[in-house]
C-alpha cells in the first residue's frame, strides 16, 4: 500500500491556516493513490501551543476544524491529524483517524515529556490505551514522539494487532538529533518487533526549530526511507510487508544543519510575525557578519539593513570590510557615526558622573547608544533587529543591556564562539560572502582603544569548553578541572555564568541547536547564593 507523509511547517495558533494545508496535503495523496496521509503531531493547532490549549475557546476551535477537515477530506482517505482534545476525562495530547467523512477513533498520547524544553504534564493529561487500524490491509498503531522514547505504548500496539507502528511527532532539532532518534526507533523495535513510519514537522517557532528528517524503519532495524532535512513536503512511502520502499535523500552533515537550523529560524520567526524585514547592527566583526549572511540567506537581501554605526575607536579595517561584505551580498547598508550621540550622553551625564574616572559606563554607554539607533530604525520601517551576539558571551555576560542584547531575535543565542568560526568557514564553502580578514583577525568590541575579547575572556577554545562542560552536561567545578583545565580559569567562567543570569533573563529569544541552550531549557534562579565553584582552592 502507498502511505504518505506530509512533512510541513505549520504555525502554532493559525488553526485555519494549518487545516487548509493539511487539506491540500490529503487531496494530493488521495490523487497519488495514497490510502493513508501520516501529518505530525498538533498538526491543527502547532507546536507547542504550550498554554493556548489550557483555553476552553481554543480547544473549541481546533476540534471543530478536525470535524471540518473530516468532512472536507477525501473519505476514502484515512488521515492522521494531531490536536488539543478536551473531554470529561481531561485535556490530551492526541491523534484522530480521520476516513469516511468522519472522525473514526483517537490515540491519546501516554508519555507526556517533561524535560528540556518540554513541559507536557503541566496542559495534558495521559492516555493508556491502545489504538489499531486497518487500512490497504494493513493493521496500523499509533505512538507519539514521547511515547516511542519510552517502553510501554509500542508493545501496547502490537498486543492490539498492529503490524506497522505510526509515529507523529513535533521533535524539535539540537545538535545530532536524526541519530538519537534512529537509535530510540531502534529500541522500540526490539521491544515490539514493529517496523515503524516516524513523521516529523518542519519550521521555526520561537526559540524551537523542527528540522523534519521524517524516516521509516523496517522490521530488521534499517533506515529504508529517509526524507529531507529542513525541507517542507509531501513524501510517499510503499509499503510491503515489513519494509518499505521510500525516498533517499542524504541529512546535512553537522555544520550544514546548523547553518540550515538558523537560516529557517529566522525566516520563520520574521515571516510568522509578520516583519517587513530585518535590520542588524555591522560592526566588521565575525558574529555580525555570520548572522547577515544568516539573514540574508533566510529572507533575501532586499529586506535586510546592515547598519554600521562607527565610534572613534572603530578600526579602518571594520569600515572596509563591512563595505567588501555588504557589496558581496547585495544588503542595504547605512552609516550613522555615534560620536555626536555619544558625546550628549556623556554631556548630560556630566554633573553625576563628576570626579568619577571613565570605565565600562563610558564603553556601555556606546553599546547603549547603537541600540537605540536600531531600535528606532525598527519601529519606523516595521523591521526586526536581529542581535549578533553568541553563547560564549552569552554565557559569560560579555554583552551589554540594553545596547548590543537590543533587538528581537538572537540568532546566535545558542552558538559558541568557536562554532561561530566554523559556520564562517562552511558559508564561504558555498560562496565567499565573508571577507577573509573578518575572520582572521582577533575579535574586538572595540569599546576602548586596542581592545580584544581575550583582555577579559579565556581563549574562545578553552572557553568554549568549559561553558560546554558547566552549562550543557551540569559537571561540578571539581569535575572540569580534573578533565585537564586550570582551576583559577574554571572558577572565572563558572563566577561569570551565575553572575550574568539576570542579563540572559532580559536577552531575546534565539534558535536552540544545543542540547541544553539559555532560554527554555536550562532555567536558573537569578537570585542565589550557591557558589559552585566554592569547593576548588
Not at 75 to 83: E, K, M, Q, W
Not at 435 to 464: G, K, V
Amino acid at each position: 500500500m502507498k502511505l504518505g507523509v506530509a512533512q510541513l511547517n505549520l504555525t502554532v495558533g493559525d488553526i485555519s491556516g494549518n487545516a487548509a494545508k493539511l487539506l491540500a496535503a490529503a487531496n494530493e495523496s488521495h490523487a497519488a493513490g495514497a490510502a493513508l496521509l501520516l501529518t505530525p503531531e498538533m498538526s491543527i493547532c502547532g507546536y507547542p501551543a504550550e498554554d493556548l490549549v489550557l483555553r476552553r475557546d481554543f480547544a473549541a476551535a481546533c476540534a471543530a476544524a478536525v470535524e471540518k477537515l473530516a468532512a472536507e477530506a477525501p473519505p476514502a482517505l484515512a488521515l492522521i491529524v494531531g490536536y488539543p482534545e478536551h473531554s470529561d476525562d481531561g485535556l490530551f495530547n492526541t491523534a484522530a483517524l480521520l476516513r469516511g467523512g468522519k472522525v473514526e477513533t483517537v490515540y491519546r498520547k501516554h508519555h507526556l515529556p517533561n524535560h528540556s524544553v518540554f513541559d507536557e504534564q503541566r496542559v495534558f493529561d495521559s492516555g493508556n490505551a491502545a489504538c489499531v487500524f486497518a487500512c490497504g490491509g494493513v493493521n496500523f498503531g499509533l505512538n507519539f514522539c514521547g511515547d516511542i522514547w519510552e517502553e510501554g505504548p509500542a508493545t501496547r500496539a502490537m498486543e492490539a494487532g498492529a503490524d506497522w507502528l505510526l509515529v507523529p511527532n513535533a521533535s524539535p532539532y539540537h545538535l545530532n538529533k536524526e541519530r538519537e532518534r534512529v537509535a530510540v526507533a531502534r529500541s522500540r523495535l526490539a521491544e515490539a518487533g514493529l517496523p515503524i513510519v516516524y513523521a516529523n514537522m518542519v519550521g521555526g517557532q520561537d526559540e524551537l526549530v523542527f528540522d523534519g528528517a521524517s524516516f521509516a524503519m523496517n522490521a530488521d532495524g534499517d533506515v529504508v526511507a529517509q526524507c529531507p532535512a529542513w525541507q517542507e513536503g509531501l513524501f510517499y512511502f510503499d509499503l510491503v510487508g515489513d519494509t518499505c520502499i521510500g525516498p533517499q535523500h542524504a541529512l546535512p552533515d553537522e555544520d550544514a544543519a546548523v547553518y540550515d537550523a538558523l537560516v529557517l529560524a529566522v525566516r520563520d520567526y520574521v515571516g510568522k510575525n509578520g516583519f517587513k524585514g530585518a535590520h542588524l547592527g555591522l560592526s566588521g566583526g565575525i558574529d555580525s557578519a555570520l548572522t547577515l549572511a544568516i539573514a540574508a540567506d533566510a529572507i533575501g537581501a532586499d529586506r535586510v539593513h546592515a547598519v554600521l554605526m562607527p565610534s572613534d575607536y572603530t578600526a579602518g579595517i571594520s569600515v572596509e570590510d563591512s563595505r567588501d561584505m555588504v557589496k558581496r551580498l547585495g544588503v542595504r547598508y547605512s552609516e550613522i557615526a555615534i560620536r555626536p550621540i555619544y558625546e550628549a550622553f556623556v554631556g548630560q551625564l556630566g554633573g553625576e558622573f563628576a570626579g568619577l574616572a571613565a570605565d565600562t559606563t563610558e564603553e556601555n554607554l556606546q553599546a547603549r547608544t547603537r541600540g537605540t539607533l536600531l531600535m528606532a530604525l525598527s519601529n519606523k520601517f516595521g523591521t526586526l533587529v536581529l542581535t549578533t551576539g553568541n553563547k560564549s558571551e552569552m554565557g559569560t555576560g560579555y554583552a551589554t543591556l540594553y545596547g548590543d542584547m537590543a533587538g528581537g531575535f538572537a540568532v546566535l543565542k545558542d552558538v559558541a564562539k568557536t562554532r561561530v568560526y566554523r559556520l564562517a568557514n562552511y558559508r564561504n564553502s558555498v560562496a565567499q560572502v565573508i571577507p577573509q580578514r573578518i575572520i582572521d583577525r582577533p575579535p574586538s568590541a572595540e569599546l576602548r582603544p586596542d581592545q580584544t575579547d581575550q583582555d577579559s575572556l579565556p581563549p574562545y577554545d578553552i572557553l568554549d569548553a568549559i561553558l560546554a562542560a558547566y552549562v550543557e552536561r551540569d559537571l561540578s567545578a571539581r569535575d572540569i578541572v580534573a578533565q585537564g583545565y586550570d582551576a583559577a580559569t574554571v572558577k572565572k567562567v563558572i563566577r561569570l555564568v551565575d553572575l550574568a543570569e539576570y542579563k540572559r533573563r532580559q536577552a531575546p529569544p534565539g534558535p536552540r541547536i544545543t542540547p541544553r541552550n539559555f532560554g527554555k531549557d536550562r532555567r536558573y534562579p537569578i537570585t542565589s547564593k550557591y557558589r559552585p565553584e566554592g569547593d576548588l582552592p
